[in-house]
């Protein structure tokens, strides 16, 4: 089975500030690894990957998120937090092999204070 | 990038009624699609697999007399609401496993029953 924790529904920071959203997995297989983003009412938008390639992983809009193996963490984050950037953050996770479903984690709740 | 649409973003229907959902993959086969559900402020919930050809496999609790699902072509898998109630009222998002591992989300459908 697998499952994916999110530490923190909300986390708070300031504009220009470091952003860091914690996600740690549980897995027995090899996983894949994601996190998405989603504005209010809409769909999931892909920030970034992790397929067993290079453990750090750069997304779009500056996130990064880094695969660490000892700590079964996939945390993400990025230098400097944009207005633009408050949105609601999810962890993700699924088998590597096969057309398996993500498992999400809770969520995170980012606002970006002025 | 590998695109997934959805259609309709938002529909209200009356109580008793049904509703289909289309999740169509633009640009690639998708041989299995995820419908999720998702509550206001909560993550997304798995309901069921869709696999072309043959019948979707549901998630305990998931009701398939309610929540029927078709997957007539590599491209379209549906979701019909059927005899809808307030409770049914929910964001509902498909998804596909698209090339290079990655899953692709649609935007999503706001369903609200009146």
């Known amino acids: 089975a697998q499952s994916v924790t999110q530490l923190g529904s909300h986390v708070s920071v300031s504009e220009g500030a470091l952003v860091l959203l914690r996600c740690n997995y549980s897995s027995s297989v090899p996983p894949y690894l994601f996190w998405y983003v989603q504005y209010p009412n809409q769909g999931l938008q892909l920030l970034l990957k992790y397929t067993s390639a290079a453990t750090l992983v750069k997304g779009i809009n500056g996130f990064e998120a880094e695969f660490k193996k000892s700590e079964t963490s996939f945390h993400l984050t990025k230098p400097s937090a944009h207005m633009s950037d408050a949105a609601e953050y999810f962890c993700?996770?699924?088998?590597?092999?096969?057309?398996?479903?993500?498992?999400f984690g809770k969520g995170t709740r980012l606002s970006v204070i002025a | 990038g590998a695109v997934v649409s959805q259609h309709p973003s938002r529909v209200i229907c009356k109580s008793g009624t049904s509703v289909k959902i289309e999740c169509r993959s633009l640009?690639?086969?998708?041989?299995?699609m995820f419908w999720y559900r998702q509550f206001p402020k909560q993550s997304l919930m798995l309901m069921a697999t869709s696999n072309e050809g043959s019948k979707a496999t549901y998630e305990q609790g998931v009701e398939k007399d309610k929540f029927l699902i078709n997957h007539a072509s590599l491209t379209l898998s549906t979701l019909t609401v059927t005899s809808a109630h307030p409770e049914d009222s929910s964001f509902y998002i498909c998804?596909?496993?698209?090339?290079?591992?990655?899953?692709?989300f649609g935007q999503g459908t706001r369903l609200t029953v009146v």
């Open positions: 998804s596909a496993s698209g090339p290079s591992g990655g899953a692709f």
């Open positions: 640009d690639f086969q998708a041989t299995t």
């Open positions: 993700a996770v699924r088998s590597f092999s096969g057309n398996t479903p993500l498992v």
